[in-house]
């Protein structure tokens, strides 16, 4: 009779610990989707940003290696008559 309560208590002991761990994982499954469906816009702007200041920035690094070119070592521009 004792054996048949422990297992019973184990079994118990069993049940709860899987529904435990079985609802914490849809817990973090759900607040997870929550938090990436409200930070994903704002990341969408922010590479969007990046994007702009990436091409920005190599637009100016595309001028000024023209203008090098354009004025040469000497200071003075090659097409200068």
Known sequence: MLIVVLVAWLVLLIGVLLGALAGATVCFKVLRDEMLGRVRPQMDVMELKVDNLRTEV????????????????????????
Do not use: K, S, T, V
């Not at 100016?60 to 008559?81: S, W």
């Open 58 to 81: 190599g637009f100016l690094a595309d001028n000024q290696d023209a203008l090098r070119r354009e004025i040469g070592p000497g200071g003075a521009g090659l097409n200068a008559g």
